[in-house]
């Protein structure tokens, strides 16, 4: 009976998802659906073979420690450090240095984009705003420099997600409320495997322009302006970048400060570079506040409707149903950690980061523990698992957000064809940093 109830609340959640209703509300009203049927099934048919079948007192007390949970405030803070950066200027002035700098490199153009990527990576970890803002300032001069679209559509793609992994990530800080870990060793662990897959990133792109030049030819007219005033407009642009990066990061690293309080660093110091460049009108600042509520709502509503769901479904004895299959196959702790990587890989394509981390991570990483692995490691796989979501079809949510801001003459088939290679990179750092866990664990 149990297994029967666990399948029809998975079943129930897939047939209205492809309803077309928002993922919040189809997670919180199967939740709270199947909680009034354990009632039912308690209290009507005298059914009591189900263990915690009486879930609404439990979706009730789960949507309150949400609310009240101290860990989630780095959230709404770092979001709206985020869409100030956005705002503040930094990316145009880094783009218009760097493309000097970088003029005659092969890629040069394209390499400065992965730079800039991990600055905004570092300072916002917004991966809608980060692949939006790339696609407006980056793609034009691409295009107008000659290089390919799908490349250039790939590059910015890949490296406006870079935020989901490089701290301080939205992503890792609903990792670490969600599967009780601490943000600080989550931020600290994902530094190094951040800049690995920017790496990897900027060696394809000189690769490729190496053996193909005519997909990245170089900017002589950039290379021309070239000069020791370019240098210093170059450090000039990241000088305060790396300052409020390094505050913020810096702070938590240290044990200066708790995630919650260097986020509150955050927000200030992008409201003062964003005063400095004259970008911080009311206005400005009111429509900032607004995203950011609208930002902020949006995850909320998720993580209430997850909470509903995944207790519901622990009440039923989904997660031993689960534990029970994973260890029945015998696979050790190495084949359990591939087949849940590669399961959490292929439910990217159909689902959002949020929807996984909610509800699937926390149902597969007590079972990937108690094999003694590193939890910090392991969460840190996921998360690289999971920026490949961004990127795959159909809901890769880094495409449609380069359809939407690309100049017309990108199709979403160089948007798709520029996507495969990122993909196949960010899998190659997921086997890196799996064969070396002392990527993760060596700065913690």
Not at 43 to 63: L, M, Q
Request: glycine share 10%; hydrophobic share 60%; net charge neutral.
């Amino acid at each position: 009976m149990s297994v029967a109830l666990v399948i029809l609340l998975f079943s129930a959640f897939l047939i209205f998802l492809f309803t077309g209703f928002p993922v919040a509300f189809v997670l919180g009203g199967v939740g709270v659906l199947f909680a009034v049927l354990g009632s039912v099934l308690a209290d009507v048919w005298g059914y009591y073979d189900v263990a915690e079948i009486r879930s609404i007192g439990f979706v009730a007390n789960r949507i309150f420690s949400t609310i009240s949970n101290y860990s989630l405030i780095p959230m709404s803070m770092f979001i709206f450090m985020g869409y100030l950066l956005d705002r503040s200027g930094v990316a145009e002035r880094l783009i218009a240095a760097m493309h000097k700098v970088l003029g005659r490199t092969p890629g040069g153009l394209s390499i400065a984009v992965v730079f800039i990527g991990v600055i905004l990576a570092a300072s916002t970890g917004i991966i809608g705003a980060s692949v939006v803002l790339l696609s407006t300032i980056a793609l034009p001069s691409m295009l107008n420099a000659g290089y390919a679209r799908w490349l250039s559509a790939g590059t910015v793609g890949a490296t406006g997600c870079l935020g989901i992994l490089i701290p301080p990530s939205i992503m890792l800080v609903v990792m670490g409320d969600q599967l009780r870990l601490p943000v600080g060793d989550l931020f600290t662990g994902a530094i190094l495997p951040g800049l690995l897959l920017a790496l990897c990133f900027v060696s394809f792109i000189f690769i490729v322009a190496l053996i193909r030049p005519e997909t990245m030819p170089a900017t002589k007219d950039s290379a021309e302006r070239f000069d020791r005033r370019a240098l210093w407009d170059l450090v000039g642009a990241l000088v305060v970048p790396l300052v409020l990066v390094i505050a913020v990061l810096g702070s938590i690293i240290a044990g200066i400060a708790s995630p919650t309080e260097a986020s509150g660093i955050g927000a200030a110091g992008a409201m003062a570079l964003a005063k400095a460049n004259g970008r911080l009108s009311w206005k400005e600042l009111k429509d900032v506040c607004y995203a950011t509520g609208r930002t902020v709502a949006f995850l909320y509503a998720l993580i209430f409707g997850a909470s509903c769901f995944s207790v519901v479904l622990r009440g039923y004895g989904g997660d031993e149903i689960i534990e029970n299959a994973l260890h029945f196959l015998s696979l050790g702790p190495n084949g359990t950690l591939i087949l849940v990587l590669g399961i959490i890989f292929l439910l990217g394509f159909f689902l959002d980061w949020m929807e996984i981390v909610l509800i699937v991570a926390p149902l597969l990483m007590p079972i990937l523990l108690q094999f003694g692995l590193d939890p910090i490691w392991v969460a840190v796989l996921i998360a690289i698992c999971l920026q490949t979501s961004f990127l795959t079809p159909p809901v890769g949510m880094a495409l449609f957000y380069i359809r939407k801001a690309a100049p017309a003459e990108f199709s979403l088939a160089d948007i798709y064809k520029g996507a495969i290679p990122f993909v196949l990179l960010q899998l190659f750092v997921l086997v890196l940093v799996a064969c070396f866990p002392q990527l993760v664990t060596g700065l913690l």
